[in-house]
């Protein structure tokens, strides 16, 4: 049933929209696998930037990417999303991915949060091209609470849908918390 997972459709909507050799953004590294995916997009000749406030999410990503031969397609930048305008020029991506909440398999205290993920996701809409897209998969309940979810839904709702569209998804007929995958295209 891969096809119900959040990651999976978030994977094949970026897929479907991709730009070969283009410029790619995964702003929440963990471990890797969103990274990987961008590389194979990206290929040699396109561009990806990867950022984390871990070590240990460098660390995960590199090994991945070196087990696929991929480890020079990509920056690996351990700083916060909401810094990725001191590494990426306004119009210039084609795609943006954020994965928030916590590392797995890490400390669950170490996460995204509501005030630096609206900040990111507003830097990272002026970082993206027109026709580019950003792609968010929102988590909520548990160790992550609900306030995040909260406040990027709030804030997306308020974009202008002269410049973008808004597309949230939701997984209807699933109890506890489910994942919220959202996907916005800059026209
Ligand atoms: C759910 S994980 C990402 C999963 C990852 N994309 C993958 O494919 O495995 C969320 C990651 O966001 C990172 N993070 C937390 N705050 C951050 C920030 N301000 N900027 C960048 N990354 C951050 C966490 O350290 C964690 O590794």
Redesign the pocket.
């Known amino acids: 049933m891969k096809q119900s997972q959040i990651t999976y459709w978030c994977h094949e909507i970026i897929r479907s929209q991709a730009v070969k050799e283009g410029f790619y953004i995964?702003?929440?590294?963990?471990?890797?696998?969103?990274?990987l995916m961008l590389c194979d997009l990206a290929g040699a000749g396109g561009k990806v930037l990867a950022?984390?406030?871990?070590e240990e999410?460098i660390t995960r990503t590199k090994e991945l990417l070196d087990q696929h031969g991929m480890l020079d397609y990509a920056e690996l930048i351990l700083d916060?999303?909401?810094h990725m305008d001191r590494y990426a020029e306004l119009q210039s991506a084609d795609v943006i991915c954020f994965?928030?909440?916590?590392?797995?398999g890490?400390d669950h205290q170490?996460?995204?949060?509501a005030s630096?993920s609206v900040e990111?996701i507003k830097k990272g809409l002026g970082i993206l091209k027109s026709g580019g897209m950003m792609s968010l998969c929102i988590y909520s309940g548990g160790d992550t609470g609900f306030k995040e979810k909260e406040r990027i839904l709030e804030f997306i709702k308020e974009l202008s849908p002269q410049e973008y569209t808004v597309i949230v998804n939701e997984y209807y007929n699933r109890g506890n918390c489910p994942p919220v995958p959202v996907f916005i295209f800059k026209r």
Request: aromatic residues 10%.
């Open positions: 995964d702003a929440t590294m963990g471990n890797g696998n969103d990274t950022f984390d406030i871990q999410a916060g999303h909401e994965n928030f909440g916590y590392l797995p890490g170490i996460a995204t949060s630096t990111a």
